[in-house]
Nanobody, 116 residues
């Protein structure tokens, strides 16, 4: 079992920054990949960024050049640094951990609201 807890969301003005955190616990050595997704009201959940156990990263086109995914292995935490936020970035952001057996674990989500 893997537990996933997100934090760091909030209200920010356009052009501002936020850093989301995804803390994992449990059988974490099974985690092969961690990803951030988001879901805006009335829209489907979409992939934002991923980081593999080996450290490789990938981004959605909307996140490239503005968002950075990283991790601190000592803290079992994955971060999503979001810069130059836009109103379209408003969504609930979810962390997803995928194990080597392809089991998926989701956090409860953290709300990000970009508004003046």
């Amino acid at each position: 079992q893997v537990q996933v807890v997100e934090s760091g969301g909030g209200l920010v003005q356009p052009g501002g920054s936020l850093r989301l955190s995804c803390a994992t616990s449990g059988i974490i050595f099974w985690i092969a990949k961690t990803a951030w997704y988001r879901q805006a009201p009335g829209k489907q959940r979409e992939l934002v960024a991923t980081i593999a156990r080996g450290g490789s990263t990938d981004y959605a086109a909307s996140a490239k050049d503005r968002f950075t995914i990283s991790r601190d292995n000592a803290k079992n935490t994955v971060y999503l640094q979001m810069n130059d936020l836009k109103p379209d970035d408003t969504a609930v952001y979810y962390c997803n951990a995928v194990t080597s057996t392809t089991a998926e674990y989701w956090g409860q989500g953290t709300q990000v609201t970009v508004s003046s």
